[in-house]
């Protein structure tokens, strides 16, 4: 999952932005609201952090011409000003969800995450399944047979990649890209050691095998 976070306060911007890849999340930082329009327009990200006060387009500005362009994005407002109007104009210009400054990181990350699980079509689930293998997104919590197995954070923001686009091949690239914060060209052993871990915990133990190596193209997850 990708987030993209538009914060001009370095502090604020720098802390998010550690705190969610700790997290297991790919995050963007843009500084001003013209970088981070251009972000949001160009790129494939799972949800927009936006501060409202801004140099350049603030935060309501970039909402607005990002709903024009059609990008259906969710949107998390961050806003100083604990002011109704603030909150009422955020809601009405498209965001999804707003959280008033200063808060805890906690409370930022569970808004973070319920907005994933709610994603673009505005639906809430709180797990993926595959045959006997169940993601629970709520308390990050994986079970396969019955029996819960512990990931890494990264372990988890893979195979929850894999489920949510259950019988689609991903190529190394988009996995690449939406795990970790790499390009195409990059080292993908990085990869392929994580699949490897993965497999191991989630699939050398149980039948049937759920994931699986499509040679020259990438990995699916499919229940047979
Ligand atoms: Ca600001």
């Known amino acids: 999952m990708k987030i ?11 802390y998010l932005q550690q705190g969610l890849a700790e997290s297991g999340f790919v995050v963007d930082l843009a500084r001003n609201g013209v970088d981070g329009l251009h972000l949001a327009v ?6 927009l952090v936006l501060d409202v006060m801004l140099p350049g387009l603030n935060g309501w500005q970039v909402l607005e011409t990002l709903r024009r362009s059609g990008k259906e994005i969710p949107v998390l407002f961050l806003t100083a000003r604990d002011q109704v ?18 808060f805890a990181f906690s409370e ?8 994933l699980r709610r994603g673009r079509s505005g639906m809430e689930s709180t797990a993926l399944r595959a045959a006997d293998l169940e993601l629970d997104l709520l308390r ?16 988890f923001a893979l195979l929850e990649l894999l489920m949510r686009r259950q019988g689609e091949v ?8 939406q795990v970790w914060d790499m390009n195409f060209d990059s080292d993908t052993n990085v990869i392929e050691v ?8 989630v699939d050398d133990a149980f039948e049937p095998k759920l994931i699986r190596t499509v040679r020259g193209m990438g990995y699916v997850l499919e229940a047979p």
């Open 170 to 177: 991903l190529p190394r690239s988009l996995i690449a890209s």
């Open 194 to 201: 994580a699949m490897r871990r993965l497999r191991a915990k």
């Open 4 to 14: 993209l976070i538009v914060e001009d306060e370095p502090k604020t911007g720098d």
């Open 85 to 102: 109007e603030d909150r009422v104009r955020g809601l009405e210009l498209g965001a999804d969800d707003y959280l008033v400054k200063p």
């Open 140 to 155: 990050r919590r994986v079970v396969r047979g019955g029996q819960r197995i512990d990931l890494t954070a990264k372990e």
């Open 108 to 115: 930022f990350l569970a808004r973070v995450r319920t907005l």
């Open 42 to 47: 160009t790129g494939d990200h799972d949800l």
